[in-house]
């Protein structure tokens, strides 16, 4: 069997380990993947937003299965181009992608199935938005309507930070065309928690729950990342609070999505808060989280190919998931200065020596090759989000303990990580 993997990042390079120990699986392509893959996948030079030459690529060499990662190929209709070509292909198509390319979209399409999640006004006028917001006093979450990269949401304290964030997406267009539109929320409070579930159109069935570190430094400090650190499990969604978010929230989306005639197959993110009303949602995603991905595939007991196939095909309801009876914590080693501006090239040495810690893996982010002469070639950083170590022990604790020692073996000019993933439970 042949399978393509569609991205670049963490979270692609543990979907191409996972796929690498299906038995039946002789082929793996990635595209347009990193160093870290290319053990176990041939790496191909398309970009993930390529959909034409991705999908001609997946003709011309018999591809069976491809499973895409990122939401910017999902958000521009991937599914569709795949589908229309007769490609098996793991992920929801544009219109149900839209549950997170448009904020606007996700919060009335809540909205209207009674799933629980932040009040809310939307907005397309600057001057309506900025009315809104000075009657208001108190903290105010403004968010643009589109993807903007983890970049797209500002928590204002008042309304002069609110009418700064408003000025700055709607009227600078700092986010392009993402900023067209806005959606203003009451601010929540509790732990967030991440639960990604598979799903057929018919079926949802939750994969193991995790938390990500969202802000650069220790403490949930500094600016928001794409995510610097994740485990799983998560003690404080506890069994009866999981099963509120099922029926409360994963039930009714995937209903209210077949209802609106756009069945959702792949995977579905809810990212979560926990408020002292219970479960909320903070948004959906269209795809699996990175890091989350790395700690959760991980203690997958059972195989991702087989899972993706039976979502593709609509047998789900047919399917169990079991999970290893450990937990997974998975740290980001990032180059100095992200997620604003930083350099790349840098030469990462201790990817070798980490090879030697006992149940650790590591999942490649922001790496490449360089020619380092004489027909050697050397891997260097590529990206802010470098790479991932992620441990598994018998709790949180000692996985932990595991990701942290295995950690300090990696050095590369500019290195820098949270302290203190998973250590606040
Ligand atoms: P989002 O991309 O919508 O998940 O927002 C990014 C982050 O902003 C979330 O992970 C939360 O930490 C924070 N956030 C978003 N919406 C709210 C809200 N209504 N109340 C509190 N925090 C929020
Ligand atoms: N880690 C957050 C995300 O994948 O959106």
Not at 34 to 59: K, Q
Not at 166 to 176: I, K, T
Request: net charge negative.
């Amino acid at each position: 069997m042949r399978v393509l993997v569609v991205g670049s990042g963490g979270r692609e390079h543990a979907i191409v380990w996972a796929v690498s120990r299906n038995r039946d699986v002789d082929k793996i392509y990635a595209a347009p993947g990193n160093a870290g893959m290319s053990g176990l996948a041939e790496c191909i030079p398309i970009e993930a937003t390529d959909l034409e030459t991705l999908a001609d690529f997946a003709r011309a060499n018999r591809v069976d299965l491809t499973i895409v990662g990122p939401e910017a190929p999902l958000a521009l209709g991937i599914t569709d181009v795949f589908a229309a070509r007769g490609l098996k292909i793991f992920g929801p198509g544009r219109a149900s992608a839209q549950i997170e390319s448009s904020k606007v979209f996700a919060k009335e399409f809540m909205k209207r199935h009674s799933i629980p999640t932040a009040q809310f006004s939307a907005f397309d006028s600057l001057e309506e938005s900025l009315a809104f917001v000075r009657k208001r006093d108190g903290a105010l979450v403004i968010k643009a309507d589109g993807l903007a990269a983890g970049k797209g949401v500002v928590i204002a304290q008042n309304s002069r930070e609110a009418e700064k964030a408003l000025r700055s997406m709607m009227e600078d267009r700092s986010l392009g065309d993402a900023g067209a539109k806005v959606v203003i929320e009451e601010l929540l409070e509790g732990p967030e928690v991440s639960v990604m579930a598979l799903c057929d159109g018919e079926t949802i069935l939750p994969l193991a729950p995790a938390q990500d570190h969202k802000r650069a430094f220790d403490g949930d400090r500094g600016p928001n990342t794409g995510g610097m650190g994740a485990y799983s499990p998560v003690p404080v969604l506890d069994p009866p609070m999981m099963e509120r978010v099922y029926s409360e929230i994963l039930v009714p989306t995937l209903e209210g999505l077949r209802e609106e005639g756009i069945p959702y197959k792949g995977v579905l993110y809810a990212g979560l808060i926990l408020t002292g009303d219970g479960p909320m949602v903070l948004e959906f995603n269209c795809r699996l989280g990175d890091p989350e991905t790395q700690a959760v595939l991980p203690r997958l007991d059972g195989d991702l190919v087989s899972l993706a196939q039976a979502c593709v095909e609509g047998r789900l309801s047919e399917v169990a998931l079991h999970w290893k009876n450990e937990a997974c914590v998975c740290v980001v080693a990032a180059s100095a200065g992200y997620p604003g501006r930083y350099e790349k090239g840098k030469s990462i040495s201790g990817l070798d020596r980490i090879k030697e810690h006992e149940d650790v893996l590591v999942f490649h982010a922001g790496t490449a090759f360089r020619d380092a002469g004489s027909g050697r070639k050397e891997i260097v950083t590529s990206g802010g989000r470098v790479l991932g170590v992620a441990a598994l022990g018998k709790d949180i604790e000692t996985a932990r303990c595991r990701a942290y020692q295995a950690i300090k073996e990696i050095s590369f000019e500019g290195i820098f990580w949270r302290s203190d993933i998973a250590s606040k439970r």
